[in-house]
């Protein structure tokens, strides 16, 4: 090992635990303002692939300093992607949400190194490796996990969707590697590859503008209860699958001007409240938002709604009773 090598990995070890922590905390701010971003869908719904931040290792760090015939006048700080991190979403669609956040946190200035939009347009025939890449740089010394982090670190954030990644880690450390010589026939199969799952990601927006217009008045419906649970109950609501059931089948009873005459209905049976806020500790139903959509439509059609739903008469029993409503009896 030369002595510049020897230099470069005593600094690096002394600085790795500095570079770990600015990762991870890039990864805290950002799944953070994603999460708020791309509210009530969730994290674990919106990404692919949890994210990791990753650090380089040594025998990595080396080759790209010294040995991958790109010289560099001040290898150290001039390698910018000694720590990482990866975003892996569905669509090309999803890449923009990301991107807006990386934009716009106040606590590091950002600024993009890759852009395979800007690519395509200047090589339309060609048919490669696709990703967005960011260097992000601290703005002012921070401590995080006990760790001061120094101003101007760096970090790179990948931002590509499940597709690209998958034809990324296919062929990006094999065919991009300056020691393998790839066939013809190989290069042009990965072309192709890549060319269909462009197409495919098209197709998959198509899908997925249709499924988004179908899907909206119950978002909409999702929507107006998260909002007046929370304002109603003061409770934080722990949404779960049973949300979507109870929305897909009391939904049905949400007609134009629905809010307002749920407010208004909220208001004039103001102790419901109480009711909900009794029984959450205790009862999953309770923490569901869409639980003011299941009193809402027992309201308006006591003996049709609960048909064919989700809930069973025992489930339904405080609700009936908390509206003064007996339950209807079922037809032998």
């Not at 065919?175 to 072309?191: F, G, H, L, N």
Request: hydrophobic fraction near 40%; charge should be negative.
């Amino acid at each position: 090992m030369t002595d510049r090598e020897t230099g470069l990995l005593e600094r690096w070890r002394a600085e790795r635990p500095m570079y770990a922590a600015w990762g991870n905390f890039v990864a805290a701010t950002l799944t953070d303002a994603v999460a708020r971003e791309i509210h009530p869908t969730t994290l674990e719904l919106f990404l692919r692939i949890p994210i990791k931040p990753r650090t380089k290792a040594d025998p990595s760090l080396l080759a790209k300093a010294f040995r991958r015939g790109k010289p560099y006048a001040d290898p150290y700080n001039d390698i910018e992607d000694k720590v990482g991190l990866r975003f892996v979403v569905l669509v090309s669609a999803d890449i923009k949400i990301v991107e807006r956040v990386v934009n716009t946190c106040p606590n590091w200035t950002a600024v993009r190194a890759r852009d395979y939009e800007e690519e395509r347009r200047q090589r339309p025939y060609e048919f490669d490796y696709q990703s967005v890449h960011y260097i992000v740089r601290s703005k002012d010394e921070l401590t995080f996990d006990g760790v001061t982090i120094a101003a101007g670190t760096p970090c790179e954030i990948q931002v590509r969707t499940i597709l690209q990644h998958a034809y990324s880690e296919l062929t990006h450390d094999t065919i991009y590697k300056p020691s393998v010589q790839a066939s013809p026939e190989v290069k042009r199969s990965a072309a192709k590859s890549m060319a269909l799952m462009e197409a495919t990601d098209d197709y998959f927006m198509k899908v997925r503008e249709w499924l988004d217009a179908a899907l909206a008045p119950s978002r909409e419906v999702s929507a107006a209860v998260d909002r007046l649970y929370r304002s109603y109950t003061g409770l934080v609501p722990q949404s779960s699958p049973l949300d979507t059931l109870l929305i897909d089948h009391f939904g049905q009873w949400a007609k134009e001007g629905f809010e307002v005459e749920l407010r208004q209905f909220l208001d004039d049976k103001a102790f419901l409240a109480d009711r909900i806020r009794e029984r959450a500790p205790v009862d999953l139903l309770f923490r569901q938002p869409a639980v003011l959509m299941v009193y809402w439509a027992i309201k308006v059609a006591p003996r049709s709604a609960p048909e064919n739903g989700p809930l069973t008469d025992e489930e339904l029993a405080p609700i009936y009773s908390d509206l003064g409503l007996a339950r209807p009896v079922a037809q032998g």
